[in-house]
């Protein structure tokens, strides 16, 4: 890989396409509690992890270049004003011509949704880190809970 | 560059070279330790910061070859289904380990006289007992009296709290009647010794920043330094150099800023786990010893034990607060532990639960496991895994065979230019069939105890974190390669103290067992002080 590929910067309209593309990776749910991946910013996130993962650089350039292809030939403005199926269909024609694209790219959009303040909260967990706080356990009742084990080493 | 001799030298400040600085402490000899890697910082471990989860794949993972530090040495585990793990620093593997601190029963100790297989140990349980008690009482063990798979056995702190998910499964192995008890924990599950109470965090495999969790950074090394023992970090040792009268005579080794240094020794103490010391030992040739230190029986490198893991995962209908907890310690079953020809074949296993898997390790095992795609069906593929998975891990006794070994790689190095492990392991028929029987039974316990459905991995890839045997411990200098209490048959002044010299893996995680022997030769050196290369 050279450097320019690692090194050339992502546009601002292809921030935008991952974002959508992000957005259908993890949409909103329905009751609208979980945002969707996009609409929570985490094309920042992704654009950060590429900044030191050249290998995620290089296959998010390459799948958003393909996507751009797809676009174009369809005659449409930008992958985010297609209607939601036609989206769908282009990224599906993807995992045929860029199959680590859509893979690299749910994986890190998992870990950086699934440790994000939000999607914590909306999980019914505080949104903080486990320590220091850790978490109140309290004791078991191990007298009842052992006493088949108890009983039957007695016999 | 040559140091000022020294009368010990330990090599690696990991569980067992710390018990036994501890131990050799109060001889008022001069004792030195080099360990390759350095201090550990609590403060920065993962747990703090809302990424700590990824870390485990990167900066904290178990595999030097991920991990990649400075530090860290490659292993050549290519040729082997379980890749090796293990951590490079003041503490050693017990900064990442989980801290499940079972001992051996004393079944353990006489295979062959018991079942016909492998060797009996030229020791029993009743010899370590003490040292095991010794031991509970250093690292601060956690755990309940009682355990009917066991003589009675110290436990200063109360055990680990179960928490929603073990009481679930406690439930599951009450119905089939099986024995389960608390884990023993080296957890402090009280403020015990200077150390802070656990609070249940959960990340103890990326390091237990509250200081909980019993790594030997905080609880022998502080106490062995304050009497008098002197760790130098950073310090990667090379070869063990042999005098004219074919004894030890101290170590070459790379100090922090890369320079050769020379450090003698009348008395050198092996303690680099069971890849690092054969390497070590492949790697110290001279004339007298042209295939390897103390290797005259072939031994070194022989009959590398890992413990072949299951991994067996339930799905439950209820949220478990499986996030909750110390992630390896729960409670273990020895119902399957001693050998029942029936069953296909000979020992057996313990099973341990696990906790749940947290935010993000469920979306990337869901992945992995195809359950969880991304798109319009992945919230309630996610919200259907989340909190409701609770697992085990089961630790199958691993049999001696010469072909499963460590030899040097020849082409694989460090950062100093020194020869690398390689590892050649296959799994035995035994194994195969002992762990098709875990699986079967991990997945009943499961069902037992409501899960609807369950999943399964065997042998566990990561699993290599338990080094044995390949350098055992026997009377006969043709068979082993040091005597019943860790000194080289070949080398008089050299003892090997880490999870090399086991005779067999058993079926229980071995570090209570590693350090207990440490205390236990760390005792005998001291009794033969007057004749020690007799
Ligand atoms: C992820 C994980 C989970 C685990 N969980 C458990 C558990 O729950 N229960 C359990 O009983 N065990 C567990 N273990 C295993 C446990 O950590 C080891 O059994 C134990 O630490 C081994 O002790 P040791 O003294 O033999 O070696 P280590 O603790 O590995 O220490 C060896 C030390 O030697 C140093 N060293 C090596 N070569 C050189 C050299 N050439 N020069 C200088 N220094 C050198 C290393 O840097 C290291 O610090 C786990 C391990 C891992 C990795
Ligand atoms: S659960 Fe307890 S032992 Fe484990 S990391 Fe948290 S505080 Fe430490």
């Known amino acids: 890989m050279s450097a320019t590929t690692t090194t050339q910067p992502i546009s601002a309209a292809q921030v935008r396409t991952l974002a959508s593309v992000l957005d259908e ?13 996009g609409a929570l910013g985490l094309a920042a996130y992704v654009e950060q992890t590429m900044a030191h993962t050249p290998d995620l650089h290089q296959m998010t350039m390459q799948g958003l270049a393909a996507l751009d292809r797809l676009v174009q030939a369809k005659g449409a403005e930008s992958f985010t004003a297609l209607c939601r199926a036609d989206r769908l269909a282009m990224l599906h024609a993807l995992t045929t011509t860029e199959p680590a694209f859509l893979p690299t790219l749910t994986f890190h959009t998992y870990v950086g949704y699934y440790q994000h303040e939000r999607v914590l909260e909306a999980l019914h967990l505080d949104p903080r880190p486990p320590y220091p706080k850790g978490f109140e356990m309290p004791p078991s009742d191990l007298t009842t809970l052992l006493a088949p084990v108890r009983r039957r080493a007695e016999r | 560059m040559a140091d000022a001799p020294v009368d010990v030298l330990i090599i690696g400040a990991g569980a067992s070279g710390a018990a036994l600085a501890w131990s050799l402490a109060d001889t008022r000899m001069n004792i030195l ?173 990326t390091g237990c920043a509250q200081g909980a969790k019993a790594s030997t950074d905080i609880t022998y090394w ?133 906790r749940g898997l947290p935010p993000v390790s469920t979306a990337l095992w869901g992945m992995t496991q195809g359950r969880i795609p991304w798109g319009a069906e992945h919230r309630r593929a996610y919200d259907a895994i989340f909190d409701r998975t609770a697992g085990m891990v089961i630790i199958c006794e691993d049999l001696p065979e010469g072909h499963n070994r460590v030899t040097l790689d020849p082409e694989l190095v460090d950062t100093d230019g020194i020869p690398a492990p390689k590892v050649t392991y296959r799994l035995s028929e035994n194994s195969t069939r002992m762990l098709a ?32 045997g390949t350098a055992r411990m026997g009377t006969d200098p043709a068979t082993s390669v040091v005597n019943e209490w860790g000194r080289a048959h070949d080398v008089k002044n050299l003892f090997i103290i880490d999870g090399s010299i086991f005779v067999t893996a058993a079926g229980v995680n071995p570090t209570n067992t590693i350090q207990a022997l440490a205390l236990y030769i760390g005792d005998m050196i001291k009794k033969n002080l007057a004749n020690l290369f007799d």
């Not at chain 2, 106490?223 to 063990?240: F, H, M, P, S």
């Not at chain 2, 991995?457 to 290599?464: S, T, V, Y």
Request: net charge negative.
């Open chain 1, 25 to 37: 990776i993890v949409p909103p749910s329905d009751d609208a509690r979980f945002p969707g991946a």
């Open chain 2, 33 to 205: 330790c080099l360990e390759q890697g350095d201090w550990m910082d609590p403060e920065k471990y993962p747990a703090a910061g809302r990424d700590w989860e990824i870390r485990g794949f990167g900066d904290f993972s178990v595999s030097p070859n991920t991990r990649g530090r400075p530090e860290d040495y490659p292993v050549n585990d290519s040729d082997s289904p379980i890749a090796a793990s293990m951590f490079n620093a003041v503490g050693g593997s017990t900064i990442l380990y989980a801290a499940h601190f079972p001992r051996f029963r004393p079944s353990d100790f006489k295979v062959k006289t018991l079942d016909g297989i492998a060797d009996d140990w030229p020791l029993d349980y009743e010899r370590l007992a003490p040292y095991y008690d010794e031991n509970a009482r250093m690292m601060g063990v956690a755990g309940l009296a009682g355990d009917p798979a066991y003589p009675p056995k110290a436990l200063p702190l109360p055990p680990v709290p179960l928490g929603k998910l073990g009481e679930t499964l406690a439930g599951g192995f009450n119905k089939l009647g099986w024995h389960w008890w608390p884990s023993d924990s080296a957890i402090a599950t009280q403020d015990y010794e200077g150390r802070a109470a656990c609070i249940n965090a959960g990340p103890c495999l």
């Open chain 2, 222 to 354: 502080p106490v062995a330094i304050r009497r008098g023992v002197t760790l130098k970090t950073r310090c990667r040792v090379r070869e063990i150099t042999v005098g004219p009268d074919g004894l030890a005579d101290g170590v070459v080794y790379y100090d922090a800023d890369g320079a050769e240094r020379k450090q003698r020794a009348e008395v050198v103490v092996l303690a680099c786990n069971g890849i690092g010391t054969p390497r070590l030992l492949l790697n110290s040739r001279s004339k007298r010893f042209p295939e390897g230190l103390a290797n005259r029986s072939g031994m070194v490198g022989q009959n590398l034990m890992f413990h072949p893991y299951a991994m067996v995962t339930g799905l439950f209908e209820d949220r478990l607060e499986g996030y909750k907890g110390p992630m390896g310690c729960c409670l273990m079953s020895q119902e399957f532990y001693e050998t029942d020809r029936t069953r296909g074949f000979v020992r057996g296993y313990s099973i341990e639960t696990l």
């Open chain 2, 437 to 468: 029987h875990a699986v079967a039974r991990g997945k009943e316990v499961l069902e037992a105890a409501g899960a609807t459905e369950t999943f399964a991995e065997a042998p566990l890839p990561i699993a290599g974190w338990h080094l044995m």
